[in-house]
C-alpha cells in the first residue's frame, strides 16, 4: 500500500494527543511542546531530561502494543499464531523491562508503586492480551486468504501526518487491513481507560488519514477502536460511509485554531508569553506530572 509523506515544516498540527495536553494544563503543554526551543538556556538541559519521563500507565500501554505488533508480524509472516499464554508472558517481561530500566515519573518523585500496583498491572497487561485474542478483527483477519496478509499495515511508520484543507494534522491507527467485504479497517488498540467522546473523534481522524496518506476513499473505511484492559466496553466502530466530513473537519478545525491562538509566529510554531499559559489549579495532575520540580516544586 504506497504512502505519502510531507516535508518538514514548523507550523503546529491538530493531534488528539495535543489536544489532551492542552486541556489538561496549559502550562504543562508549554513544557511538552515548547520548552525545549523557547526556555532559558539555563532551564533547557532540564527541561529536556524531564520529557524523557514516562510512567507506569504508558509503559504497560507499550508493553502491550508490542506484543500485539509482534503477533501480528509474526502470524503475518509465519501464519502461526503465537499461544495466548506465551503472549501473555511476553507483555509482562517486556512491561518489566521498561519499567525496571525507562526514567519514570514515579521514580523522580517517589511515587509509591508497590508490589501490589505491580500485580494489578500484570493483571491488566493479561487481561489485555485476552480481549486482543479474543476480538473479532483478530478472527477477521485469519478469514482471509493468506496470499492477502502482506497487504496488512502493523504500526504505520511516522507520525501519521496528513492534511486537512491544507493544513498540518496527526491520527495514525496501530493496525490496518482489508476485509472481505472490501472495506480497510484502522485499528486502535486501547489500553487506557475508555473516554468514548474523545476517542470518536480521534478514530474520525483516522478515516481521513486513510484518505489523505493511503489514498483510501471514506466510504470504503472504517475506523475502530478496541479497548482491551476493558473487555466488557464496546468498541467504538465508525464507518466512514457513515460519517459527515463537514461536521469533523470543523471540529478539528476549531480545535486547530485554539492550538495556533497560542502562538505568536504561526509559521515558526513559536509561542506567547509564558503567562499565556497559566497552571492548572488541579494538584492531583500536579503530583504527577512530570514537569512537577519546573513549577510546582513545593509538592
Known amino acids: 500500500m504506497e504512502t ?25 503543554y508549554w513544557y511538552d511542546y515548547y520548552g525545549k526551543r523557547f526556555a532559558p538556556e539555563r532551564d533547557r538541559n532540564r527541561i529536556m531530561q524531564l520529557s524523557q519521563l514516562s ?34 508472558r511476553t507483555a509482562v517481561n517486556k512491561f518489566e523491562i521498561l519499567v525496571n530500566n525507562k526514567p519514570l515519573v514515579e521514580k523522580r518523585y517517589d511515587i509509591p ?23 473479532k478483527w483478530l478472527t477477521m483477519i485469519e478469514e482471509m486468504p493468506r496470499e492477502t496478509w502482506n497487504s496488512w499495515l502493523i504500526d504505520p511508520v511516522g507520525y501519521g501526518e496528513f492534511r486537512m484543507d491544507g493544513k498540518k494534522a496527526y491520527a495514525k491507527p496501530d493496525f490496518i487491513f482489508e476485509y472481505r467485504d472490501n472495506r480497510h479497517y484502522l485499528v486502535e488498540w486501547k489500553t487506557g481507560k475508555p473516554r468514548r467522546d474523545e476517542n470518536l473523534v480521534q478514530v474520525q481522524g483516522y478515516l481521513f488519514y486513510a484518505n489523505d496518506i493511503l489514498g483510501l476513499p471514506l466510504e470504503s473505511v472504517v475506523g475502530v477502536v478496541e479497548y482491551l484492559t476493558f473487555p466488557s466496553e464496546k468498541p467504538i466502530e465508525v464507518e466512514g ?59
Not at 6 to 23: A, D, I, K, Q
Not at 125 to 135: A, E, H, L, V
Not at 256 to 276: G, M, Q, R, V
Open 4 to 28: 505519502k509523506k510531507y516535508p518538514f515544516s514548523w507550523e503546529p498540527g491538530w493531534s488528539y494527543s495535543r489536544m489532551n495536553v492542552l486541556r489538561t494544563c496549559l502550562r504543562m
Open 55 to 88: 510512567r507506569v500507565a504508558f509503559e504497560m500501554g507499550i508493553a502491550v502494543h508490542q506484543t500485539i505488533s509482534e503477533v501480528l508480524k509474526d502470524l503475518q509472516i509465519n501464519g502461526d499464531l503465537i499461544p495466548l499464554e506465551e503472549a501473555k
Open 113 to 135: 508503586f508497590s508490589e501490589e500496583d505491580r500485580e494489578e498491572r500484570h493483571g491488566k497487561i493479561m487481561t489485555s492480551m485476552t480481549t486482543f485474542y479474543g476480538s
Open 241 to 299: 460511509r457513515l460519517v459527515n466530513p463537514m461536521e469533523l473537519k470543523n471540529k478539528i478545525m476549531t480545535e486547530l485554531k485554539l492550538i495556533e491562538s497560542l502562538c505568536s509566529n504561526i509559521t515558526e510554531n513559536k509561542p506567547k508569553d509564558l503567562d499565556h499559559f497559566p497552571k492548572t489549579e488541579d494538584l492531583d495532575i500536579c503530583r504527577t506530572c512530570k514537569f512537577r520540580e519546573m513549577c510546582r516544586p513545593e509538592l
